[in-house]
């Protein structure tokens, strides 16, 4: 038996925008500590884990651990129907090939059941593991969206490069090249519009603004996103959902072709 | 000798961009008269830069109709002329007429060639009543430009592509081509040379598509195209197959789509067909034409197909690389002992005669030099991109000044560094770092200080490395997450090849982790030697220097593994596919997987496998 009930029901509309263009199918696991997510892309490039601690939940019950197949642009729809304001229980019952998710009007007065059929998906539980990272920028999501959605109109893929003076974010295509520099900024009055740049290391790594550029579908979600890069690792972006949880994308970067043809 | 050159250019602005003028890319085909296709220009936004080279007079179409919002087909004759006036030159033409029909001479000044004159409404065998408004819809895409060089008239055609279910485009398709027929036997009837170029969207013969299927040749259109050759008693030569009756596996175009380039298969879709009598005076023998008489040469331009042919990188399902340039290849065909003309000037239906061309290109240079026209309407084409790309080297300059002191610096202190470490291996990959730093950071300022160097006459050598490397930045490749990482432990046999590429892929990495602060070096070569078991790998990273990071390395080097193990394999090469998902149809958005390789001849084993595969999802309702 699971039932687990969101107050702040937008939030997990959020998630569901946020990862569905990137995962078409994945497992939601169900455990006492939390309701989570982990899934490639269809092109095994891309990561996304996602976690919603129960104490975010008004109700949080999970009698065993559960893993639920669903279709994301399935389970986006159903979503769909539900007010921002309103309150979402997600249930399902042991052994049972469906889902059912209730949405509450904030008054009581309306209730919604959207009940969605499961599927069997095969995928396997990756161990991510805990690293530092040799950079780690702080900045708003909605400018960090803004950036990548300006730079994939010039071209594929960008460069991120991080140094003391701040955060460079560069790319080139057949119309020209742009760049765009982000300095740290602590002082402004609201913290949610400040850059942070925490550096070990200056580091320059290159990315897809394909997959950039879905992973900023999570900005409606938080106000500031983290961006971690090592030159040894993928990218980590970061953005916090409330105090309850996280929804992280990684990225392994790209390499020149060069390197390739040697091969 | 009079050279043609047809090119379906696949848009004239990303080509005039490759070449980085328009003056450029006419030059580097080197032909009198140059015509292209698809130019996907419209009316409204034409300007000198892709229209007006000094020392070509210029012949455009462009798309009336509002299919593709105006920016769609298109064909343009480019004539390079010494002149513009008083010319004697065959390349200038005596008169210019666009579209096929003469229904779009509305203008009075606008000469139809030949007077053509079409009875309306008229029959056609097959089509029944065909309308003026029908006609002039079909002639109104911008797909014909005819000009009357005096010896011969020349047809610049785009034939339109269509699918075979659309009934509607095949009618427009047969209409199209019909009154062509009609045009071309009227002006061969009043004794003119005919020469038809261009995409003509038929491949003639079997031979002219690699794996033709059966039944290829009975196709309405393939026969048409047929019946207009003299081998089936039709009027033209088709010049390339009748110089090479029998060279295979030669194409003009490459499906965009598959990779075609990779492995040839393509077709022979543009041609240049000629028609009429020779310049000889001596009419009764049999074998005297201007064919016979006069075309030296009609090759293929395989020096313009995209890709490397060298060094032919990997298609990979078109994820890896966006090749430059048309899917197109130019053909070309030469002519010799053609007389010159009387002195004539440029018609008025010339490119640079067009209001939307002539009104805006009103600068400063046209007061300066009064009375000589044709500069005037060349020089803003020619100079505006110059002083472009002077401002941005100005302005590129000093970053690049700036940047590159700093990655000087930084590169010497690790290049330093780098020789404190014992190890010759260690000291290559220092200097193989800071020479990638060097040229991936600062590529694009090297490049512009090139350019600076060459100052306005930016050499064309300039320009090509500029795009090479501009090729190179676009075309970094996308590991899969898990490739990034690690030799794979298991499977040895199909797990050779990407253990050989992520050991290089691991390059860049290798060289940053290479160049550790010198009291952790004991304790690095310790961790490596750890790590590694028998692979000269000696480069793990380990420039953070704790024990963490390199776990977190090697469980992210797992992680990449699984990652790509879990990826489908194709039946034919065993490697990763790509995946697709289904675009419309009842199982639409579903996911799929096929072969990453392009596309090519069936009996070539490494080409496509044709490899399908659904994602492995079910509904569990229907499992039970």
């Known amino acids: 038996m699971l039932e ?39 092109s095994h490039v891309a990561l996304v884990a996602l976690l919603l601690r129960s104490e975010g939940f008004e109700h949080y019950r999970c009698d065993r651990n559960l893993s639920m197949g669903m279709n994301l642009g399935n389970m986006a729809k159903m979503l769909r129907c539900a007010g921002n304001d309103d309150i979402i229980t997600i249930k399902a019952d042991d052994g049972s090939d469906t889902v059912t998710f209730m949405f509450e009007s904030p008054n009581q007065d309306k209730i919604a059941d959207f009940e969605m059929k499961l599927m069997d998906i095969d995928s396997e539980h990756l161990g991510i593991p805990d690293s530092e990272y040799q950079a780690i920028v702080r900045m708003p999501s909605s400018e960090f969206s803004r950036i990548c959605k300006d730079l994939s109109s010039i071209g594929d893929t960008v460069i991120i490069s991080v140094t003391k003076e701040g955060v460079k974010f560069s790319t080139a295509g057949d119309i020209g090249t742009a760049n765009i520099v982000c300095r740290q900024n602590k002082t402004v009055d609201k913290p949610e519009e400040s850059t942070i740049i925490e550096m070990q290391e200056p580091v320059s790594l290159t990315f897809a603004l394909r997959y950039m550029n879905s992973f900023t579908k999570a900005s409606p979600l938080s106000d500031q996103v983290t961006i971690s890069l090592s030159s040894e690792l993928p990218v980590v972006v970061e953005y916090k959902i409330g105090e309850m949880g996280y929804i992280r994308f990684y990225l392994a970067p790209k390499i020149e072709e060069d390197e390739e043809m040697k091969a | 000798m009079v ?22 890319l006419l030059d580097s085909l080197d032909a009198d008269i140059i015509c292209f296709q698809e130019t996907k220009l419209s009316r409204q ?32 004759t480019f004539c390079r002329v010494s002149s513009a006036f008083a010319s004697q030159d065959v390349a200038l033409p005596v008169a210019a007429e666009e579209g096929f029909s003469g229904l779009q001479g509305s203008a009075k000044d606008n000469k ?81 040379r005919v020469f038809v170029v261009g995409d003509l969207n038929i491949a003639p013969s079997s031979i002219d598509r690699c794996d033709a299927p059966p039944g290829f040749e009975k196709q309405m259109f393939r026969e048409w195209l047929r019946s207009m050759l003299r081998e089936h008693g039709g009027p033209f030569f088709d010049a390339f197959r009748s110089k090479h009756p029998e060279r295979e596996g030669a194409y003009t175009c490459f499906n965009q789509a598959v990779g075609a380039e990779e492995f040839n298969y393509g077709s022979r879709i543009d041609h240049i067909l000629v028609s009429g009598v020779c310049f000889h005076h001596c ?37 890896s690389s966006k090749l430059e340039g048309s899917d197109h290849i130019p053909v070309y065909m030469v002519l010799n002992g053609i007389p010159e003309v009387p002195l004539h000037n440029t018609p008025s239906s010339a490119a640079r005669y067009l209001p939307e061309i002539r009104g805006r290109q009103q600068s400063i240079v046209s007061f300066l030099s009064k009375g000589k026209t044709y500069e005037v309407e060349d020089g803003p084409g020619l100079n505006m991109p110059r002083d472009r790309a002077n401002e941005s080297c100005c302005s590129d300059d000093l970053e690049s000044k700036s940047i590159s002191k700093e990655e000087l610096s930084t ?43 060459h100052g306005m006459k930016a050499s064309f050598s300039g320009t090509k490395s500029m795009s090479n490397k501009r090729n190179k930045r676009n075309l970094p490749s996308q590991p899969t997450i898990k490739s990034f990482f690690q030799r794979p432990e298991t499977k040895p046999g199909d797990a050779n090849i990407s253990s050989l590429v992520s050991s290089v892929d691991t390059g860049p990495a290798m060289d940053e982790s290479c160049c550790p602060k010198d009291d952790s070096l004991p304790e690095n070569i310790q961790c490596t030697a750890a790590v590694d078991e028998d692979q000269d790998n000696s480069n793990m990273p380990c420039s953070l220097s704790t024990d963490k990071c390199n776990v977190a390395t090697l469980e992210w080097q797992r992680i990449q593994q699984r990652m790509k193990m879990t990826l489908p394999v194709c039946k034919g090469h065993c490697e990763p596919c790509i995946p697709r998902s289904v675009k419309k149809g009842s199982n639409i958005g579903r996911l799929f997987y096929v072969c990453a390789r392009a596309q090519g001849p069936s009996s070539n084993p490494e080409a496509n496998c044709n490899h399908f595969q659904w994602a492995s999802v079910k509904s569990k309702g229907k499992r039970q």
């Not at chain 2, 000198?48 to 343009?76: H, K, L």
């Not at chain 2, 797909?143 to 095949?170: A, K, M, Q």
Request: net charge negative.
């Open chain 1, 4 to 42: 687990l009930r969101l107050v702040q029901g937008s939030l997990l509309k959020k998630v569901l925008e946020a990862i569905k263009e990137l995962v078409t199918d994945a497992n939601f696991d169900c455990s006492g500590t939390g309701f989570s997510l982990q899934a490639m892309d269809s």
């Open chain 2, 45 to 76: 936004d034409l300007s000198g830069d892709v229209i007006m080279a000094e020392g070509y007079e210029a012949f455009i179409s462009c798309n009336r109709t509002s299919r593709g919002r105006g920016v769609y087909s298109g064909v343009a």
């Open chain 2, 3 to 24: 050279k043609i050159v047809t090119y379906n250019v696949n848009g004239l602005r990303p080509r005039v961009a490759q070449h980085g003028s328009l003056r450029r």
């Open chain 2, 411 to 453: 590169g010497i202190t690790e290049f330093s560094q780098g020789v404190n470490i014992p190890s010759p291996m260690c000291k290559r990959r220092n200097l193989d770092h800071w020479l990638n730093e060097g040229s991936s950071g600062n590529s694009q300022n090297s490049n512009v200080t090139l350019l600076a160097a």
């Open chain 2, 112 to 192: 139809i060639i030949g007077d053509f004159v079409l009875e309306m409404p008229m029959e056609e065998e097959d089509l029944g009543e065909i309308t003026r408004e029908e006609l002039l819809r079909v002639d109104s895409e911008g797909r014909c430009i005819i000009t009357d060089h005096g010896h011969f008239v020349l047809f610049n055609i785009y034939g339109p592509s269509i699918g075979e279910d659309d009934e509607e485009r095949v009618r427009f398709k047969l209409l199209f081509y019909k009154v062509l027929q009609r045009r071309w036997e009227f002006l061969l009837a009043l004794g003119k």
């Open chain 2, 283 to 319: 009419n009764s023998v049999e074998d005297h034409s201007i064919f016979h008489c006069h075309v030296e040469d009609c090759e293929i331009m395989n020096r313009f197909r995209r890709g490397d042919p060298e060094n032919n990188s990997k298609w990979k399902g078109g994820r």
